[in-house]
C-alpha cells in the first residue's frame, strides 16, 4: 500500500514527478530564506540544499521519462485501476 503514490489502493495518489516538485518548491524556498545568512552552518546548508535541488530535478526527469515510456506503451493510466507493469 502506497501512502502517496497513484495506486489501485490509492487511486487519489500523486505522481512520483509532482511530489518531487512540491518537495523542490519547499527547499527552494527555505533557500531563499537562509541566502543572506552568512554564518558558516547556514552556507553550509545552503549548499548542501542546492545540491539537494539538483538532484531532486534529475529525479524528477527520471519519474517523467517513467511516465512517458509507460504512458507510450500502455496508454494513460487508469485512477484506481490495475497497475500498467507489475503485479497487482
Do not use: Y
Amino acid at each position: 500500500m502506497t501512502h502517496f503514490l497513484v495506486s489501485e489502493t490509492n487511486p487519489d495518489g500523486s505522481k512520483l514527478e509532482d511530489i518531487l516538485r512540491v518537495i523542490r518548491s519547499d527547499i527552494f524556498d527555505r533557500c531563499t530564506k537562509i541566502r543572506d545568512d552568512m554564518r558558516p552552518e547556514a552556507q553550509i546548508v545552503l549548499g548542501n540544499n542546492v545540491k539537494i535541488l539538483d538532484l531532486i530535478s534529475q529525479a524528477i526527469t527520471l519519474a517523467e521519462d517513467s511516465s512517458h515510456v509507460l504512458d507510450k506503451a500502455f496508454g494513460p493510466s487508469a485512477k484506481g485501476g490495475l497497475p500498467r507493469i507489475g503485479d497487482a
